[in-house]
T-cell receptor, first 115, second 117 residues
């Protein structure tokens, strides 16, 4: 079974600074997807960024980028120019490709952006 | 973008009663829907996967007779918590996969907070 580990329960960053959230995973699969989801206080799950395992190039979405290290099974999220609206829980998630489409979530990191 | 709604957003019920939660895909056909449960300050745990027109697939440890899932149409799935007890109090979230979109893309509903007294 796949597992996702987020080793940082809480983090904080000053507005406009950069922060990196860690995520590691364990799988024997070769083809899969990795995701970062944001859950603000409203509790609506919002997809931040997605990475296909077969792609070596790291995904980027505006201020959000990932450092995907397939051999190390590491998938960290970098948030640049942090904004107050980035304050939220961030969940790393794994999905096996071509399978049941189940998402396996990590325990989450609570990020607080301070003014 | 694709929108998923849930109703109700919040419900309070007495112990022993049943509660139905609806999950709707508003602008796409959801061939597959997923139901999650999230306890306070914890992660999302998948409860079951439902495919339109077939029986739901439950995760290990989830009582199928207690959490009844029906996916009768391509835009609606319902979760019924039968004979609810205080320990069933939680935040329930559904997600839906667009049958015409990428397999890996799921759209989440806003969640339903259930409180059983």
């Amino acid at each position: 079974a796949q597992t996702v580990t987020q080793s940082q329960p809480e983090m904080s960053v000053q507005e406009a600074e950069t922060v990196t959230l860690s995520c590691t995973y364990d799988t024997s699969e070769n083809n899969y997807y990795l995701f970062w989801y944001k859950q603000p206080p409203s509790r609506q799950m919002i997809l931040v960024i997605r990475q296909e395992a077969y792609k070596q190039q790291n995904a980027t979405e505006n201020r959000f980028s990932v450092n995907f290290q397939k051999a190390a099974k590491s998938f960290s999220l970098k948030i640049s120019d942090s904004q107050l609206g980035d304050t939220a829980m961030y969940f790393c998630a794994f999905m096996k490709a071509g399978g049941s489409e189940k998402l396996v979530f990590g325990k989450g990191t609570k990020l607080t952006v301070n003014p | 973008g694709a929108v998923v709604s849930q109703h109700p957003s919040r419900v309070i019920c007495k112990s022993g009663t049943s509660v139905k939660i609806e999950c709707r895909s508003l602008d796409f056909q959801a061939t597959t829907m997923f139901w999650y449960r999230q306890f306070p300050k914890q992660s999302l745990m998948l409860m079951a996967t439902s495919n339109e027109g077939s029986k739901a697939t439950y995760e290990q440890g989830v009582e199928k007779d207690k959490f009844l899932i029906n996916h009768a149409s391509l835009t609606l799935s319902t979760l019924t918590v039968t004979s609810a007890h205080p320990e069933d109090s939680s935040f329930y979230i559904c997600s839906a996969r667009d049958g015409g979109g990428p397999q890996e893309t799921q759209y989440f509903g806003p969640g339903t907070r259930l409180l059983v007294l």
